[in-house]
Each structure stands twice: as structure tokens, then as C-alpha cells.
């Protein structure tokens, strides 16, 4: 949590750290600021509080966040950029150096933030770091300490997540009340104008439902038909109509309007009926969800949840990626991931996974097998968010039916 | 132009170019592959097709772009993590010399884009480049050689950033139509149950309506009423009410669902009535953007009529950033900066612009002069975005009226 900090900077040698770029949409950024319409920087000596850094144009924007702050303008950018003939690289080296003396920074090893475009600041810190001797930044790959503090969150985080659950399965309920009350003609979904429903459409609907609820889905969401669903990632082609029996794999991944808490959901369905052949693949995946989630214990380290879906996966036929790392049909991804400001972060099951990357209480984290098959056109993923609370509980933050088919209204 | 891209790498002595991150939400990314729902690498050598690298699960979204596209999963990243001890750092920067390798870029100067997670790229890349002896990665600051190609705009772009225009204003007019419908109590804005609306609540149906447009505003939009109209950038408090005679600034920037072309557009509002200062205010503000507007020739330098914006306020009284950079009232920003997949993009026209700054065929680009005087709790600016149309027209990419005061319906 985000008290553990100071603890975490020591435990990982780090001196401070660095945050660059916006308030919003940029998970390291809303962590220690709350998020905002500013773009600047953030900088932290172990030990001491955050220092926020921005323009004079977004000083109460920046002030909302109530940590103290200091504009970038208070070091003349137009002087600077004089100084540096012209060049904006050069200009910025120099305000950062300042910027990190000013923090008690001039030496030692900092930790590095932001989403952020990479290209000039890559270029700024590789300069300032050949100009400050003694100071080291590092960008973490993998997982970050930051992630470390994320991976836990309290309850105020926790009721962000489970507000952003509510939203998303009354819109899913939404979605499945559009679908089943269209015509069918040819098995396939109507509009009133007789022109089929495409998937384009349907997802206008839910940008247009989240939106009603203050949320957004700025990566997009999955609705998948076919032997797109299949496709773990395949988003769905928006021109594809809506067919009956066809699987229909819908994760969707909205977030807080601005780029705040997500939540990560998924079910798939099919519409008016479905084919032996899917309802058996439908089956094995909601065994395997009810096995794991019966199984899972406080502490236990998440990746072995990932085995243990394996081996039931396996035992029921499928190949998995356990037995062959590189295969594209059965089951071919990790059981799940953390959710928080960040669609994806810690706990990893998968291959990421490290001793940390456990079932703590605090820990938010997805349960999503699927079982993918696309030249059959078959694909089934079932998914819903879990947070362990303070006494070691796993709640389910989002409760929605599991079923498969969706009946159709008109018969 | 995207076309002139071998030639800008040529005149930048750059042998290739990296840009990494989503398909999404990441203009350099978007610009180069049309974007998608996939996460990767894209690599181009000066004179050659770029190489898209992907992931397995995101194939199919990769293949969309009608890019040569790489798997990723064939340099078996299972093996190369182990290899690397585990250490997804090292086995990162490892694939990247792989795939850099096999475009022929192990040598040479190469720019590098993408607005990713700064802190692994910064060590991926600055690893590489210890790896690589006689490569240099370059990420440009202020005006980049992509910038310079997005510079431009063919007709299919501008046709884009046209739509987008006209999704605004319709927008736009539908908030005038919600705010005048509203009844008064004690000159505040009130609901049918008698509650003062709120900024909070009009931003939810300005998302509201955008989604339904298949828009979206992942930056936000600014709607600051009295003293936040007075700080260009303040986006208003939620919680304030909306009250007959106050300067409203409503700033809006919405892009295309995925985040494609934005549009950028402001108007200020006095609900009911405007008192003679903020009449006075707006006058000044709207002589001198028709002033501003007469006066467009193509291929002017941009900055050209940053100078003379100035220079037209102070003959009309107000102290401006030419007289004194550090005023924080008057008219205290640039008169306007390029649209396209970058809400400020080039061309330039405040500090930053350099000589390529210029209003040639092509370019697409704001005209936004404003007043501000928090303390007297005022803000005024007018914006429209304009494209240089082949043969050297200006063209207002969407009409809306300027109007300052929107008559309450109720009387």
C-alpha cells in the first residue's frame, strides 16, 4: 500500500523516484497524486514527501491534489531554453537537474515512473544522467516496486474497484437485454429496420452505457463471435453481425472516467441456443472456475493456481500451455492477473509471477479460464474480479450469472 | 506526410525508426499502423516496409493494419527469460537486439516513439544501446521528425479531423439546449427537483453525448465557470452550480473512439445575461480573433500571429506575455497549435516553433486567443480549428456560433 513506500524505497535501495507525465491516464501518476488534469512531474526522496511540479497554467488543478507543489515557470523556461540556443532537449536536462537538486537528489539510485511519450524522455534522462555523476536512474521491467506497493490495496481502493464491478454488470445486464430483445431473421439479429445488429453497433452501446455511469473503456472491449472468439485478444470485427448458437466471448475492462480503478469481466454466450460442441467447452471452463475458486487460500502464491489449472485442464482433454508452451488451441494463457490502476498488474500468475505474487488480503486480483479453438470458431473465457479482504475473504466484487445461453425474447 | 517518411529520416540522418507501446491511445503508433487493439514493436529502416511485432493472441488485430507483422512469441520469450536468470529486463533487451538484428538496424541511428511506461523502456533501451556498440537510440525533444510528417494532413485525415469537428459542435449544441432548459432559483441553475445542477453533471452528458457519437475525450474537457474560467487550463469543480451572468470557458477536445483525430473547440458562455465586463472582455477577445482570422496567409509562419495577437490586446489595454512572460492575467498563452492524432501537435506557435512552423497546405491548427482575470473572477477564449486546404484556402473545419450570452429559455 501506499504507506508501505518508504519501507519499499529501502528494501529496494532506491534513494527516491521519478514520475513523469499527466495526471490522468497514467497509473503511476494517479497513484501518488490522485489523479488530475496536469501534466508535470513528481518527485520523492525516500523519507520525505512527494514534491509536485507544474505549470502555472495547472496550479489548481495540481493544488487539488493537496501535496505541496512547485511551478515548473519559477525556473524561466524561456531564459533556459535561451541558455540552451534554442534546444528543447537541453532546456529540459537543465530544469531536471534543478529540479532533482532541489529534491536532495543530485546523487544516488532513482526509481522511474510514468506512461508518458518515450522518445524524449528518453533522451532527457540519458542526459541528465551523463550530467549528474553519481546519480542513477532506473526504469524497472517487470515488477516494479511501485507495482510491489499497488499490489495491496485498502478498502477506499477497493470500493473504487467494486464501483467500477456494479457499473460494468449493469451493463453487461444491459447489453443482454439489447441482444435478446432483437428479431431474428435467417438466425441471425435484426433491427427494426430489418439491417442486421453488428457488433460496431453493439459496442456503441456499451461506450454509450459507461459513459451514462461515469466510467470509459479506454482499451477498448472485447466482443468476440465466432472464430474471433477464439482469439483470446481479438477485439470482434465491427461489421460482423450477431448470430444464433455462434460463441460470443464479451470481456470488457472498463475503467474510472480519467483513467482510474478498472474492473475485469468476462462471460460468453450464445444466443437462443448452442451447439453440443460449445456447451461441452462451456462446461469445462466453468468446472475448472468453480475448482479454482473453491480452492483458493489467503497467502497461497497465485501462480500455483495457474498449474493447478493446467493439470484439471489437462485432465479433461485440453492441451494447455504447460504441456506445450507454444500451442494455439485449448488453454493458452495465465489463469489471471491483478487489476487496479492498471488493467493488468500484480499479483502475475503467469511466467512474471514472483515470490511476492500472492493472495494476500489486499490483493485484487481476476479468475479467467478459457478454452479457445478457433478453426472450430469456438471460444469460451469466464472471468470475474476477486479481492482479498483484511480477514483472508475472497469476495467475488461483482455478482453476475454465469450462464451460457442467452435466451432470445422472441422465441 | 506519411509518404515523406524516407525522406525525413534521410534529412534527419536517422537509419531507422522504433516506436513501441498499444495500437491505441498511442498517436506515434496510430499514425504508423492505423492502430488496433494489439501491443508491440514497430520497426522501419529508412527505404524499407516497417516490421510490426506482435504477440500470438493478437495476431489477427496486427494482421488488420495490412503490415508485415512478426510474432514476438517466435523468439520464444519462455526460453529467453530463462536464459536471463528470470530477469525479464535482460530478457527483454535481448529480443529487442533480436528484432532490431533481423531489420537490419544494429548499427545506426535510430529515433525512437511511443507514449509507453517510461521506466522499463528508459533501462530496455538504454541496455540495448550498451549491447549494441555503434547504435544510438534517439528519442527527439519539441519537434520531432514524426511530428513533422503528421505536420500535414492529406484529404483523408482532414476528412477525419472534419467529422470530429462536426460530432463537437452537435454536442456542443446539444449542452446549450440542456443548460437553457433549465429553470432558475436565485440565478442558479436548477433540476426538476429543485437541486442546482452541477459541472459534474453536465461533463456526464457531454461523455454521455460523445459516446453516443462514437467519440470520446480521454483528456477531459474544460468547463470552468467565474474565477476557473480565469485559469486557462483549470477543468471546473464538479460540485460548482451554474449561475446566470458568470463567464463560462467550455473547452472541448474530443478524439475518435481508440483514440484516432481529435477536434479542438472552445466557446464562452454567460447563461442569461453578461455583465458590461464580461461583454467588454469578450469584445476584445472576438475582435481580435476575427482580426487574427482576416489576416491568414498561407505559408506564414505560424508564430506571426502569436506577435500580432499580442500586439493586439495590448493596443486594446491588456498585458500580454510579449510584454511580460510572466503575467499570470491578460492574455497569457500561444494563440493556437496543430490537431491531429496529438491534441497539441505541430505546427507551433508560441516559443517552441521553429522555422517549419508555418501554415502550409496541409496543416491543421487552432486560433484561440483568450483573456483571463481570475481575480475578477473572468475568462473569455474563442477557438475554432482550421485546415490549409490544398490550394491554400483556410477552412473552418466546423461552424458553430460565437455568441456570449445563451438566453435561458424559462426568460
Known sequence: MKTDLDTLLQSYAFDGLLVVGAGDHNPAMMYLTGGGHFTGELIKKR?????????????????????????????????????????????????????????????????????TELGSMFSVLSQVQAAMPGLIFEGEAGNTMLMEAQL???????????????????????????????????????????????????????????????????????????????????????????????????????????????????????????????????????????????????????????QRTCELFEGLGHPTVKSNPETQVGYIHSVGHGVGLNIHERPWSGMSAGDADRLVPGAVFTIEPGLYYPDRGLGVRLENTVWVDPDGGFEIMADYPMDLILPMKSG
Open 47 to 115: 523519507g520525505e514527501k512527494p514534491l509536485l511540479f507544474c505549470r502555472m497554467m495547472e496550479r489548481d488543478e495540481a493544488a487539488k491534489t493537496g501535496l505541496p507543489t512547485k511551478l515548473i515557470d519559477d525556473y524561466k523556461p524561456v531564459e533556459l531554453l535561451k541558455q540552451a540556443g534554442g534546444n528543447v532537449l537541453k532546456a529540459s536536462v537543465r530544469r531536471y537537474q534543478m529540479m532533482l537538486d532541489e529534491c536532495g537528489l543530485s546523487t544516488g539510485r532513482v526509481a522511474v515512473y510514468g506512461r
Open 152 to 306: 495491496t490495496k485498502d478498502a477506499s481502493e477497493a470500493a473504487h474497484i467494486r464501483k467500477m464491478g456494479q457499473i460494468t454488470t449493469a451493463v453487461v445486464g444491459q447489453v443482454a437485454e439489447f441482444l435478446t430483445s432483437h428479431k431474428v431473421k435467417g438466425k441471425v439479429l435484426v433491427k427494426p429496420d430489418g439491417q442486421p445488429l453488428t457488433i460496431g453497433e453493439v459496442k456503441n452501446r456499451i461506450n454509450l452505457w459507461l459513459a451514462e455511469r461515469g466510467a470509459e473503456n479506454p482499451q477498448g472491449t472485447i466482443f468476440a463471435i465466432g472464430r474471433d472468439a477464439g482469439v483470446p485478444h481479438s477485439s470482434g470485427n465491427p461489421t460482423d453481425p450477431l448470430r444464433l448458437g455462434k460463441t460470443i466471448v464479451f470481456d470488457i475492462y472498463p475503467c474510472e472516467e480519467g483513467g482510474g480503478y478498472f474492473y475485469d469481466f468476462t462471460r460468453t454466450w450464445c444466443l437462443g441456443y448452442a451447439t453440443d460442441e460449445a456447451i461441452k467447452l462451456y462446461e469445462d471452463v466453468l468446472v475448472v472456475y468453480n475448482q479454482i475458486t473453491s480452492e483458493l487460500k489467503v497467502n497461497a502464491p497465485y501462480k500455483t493456481y495457474q
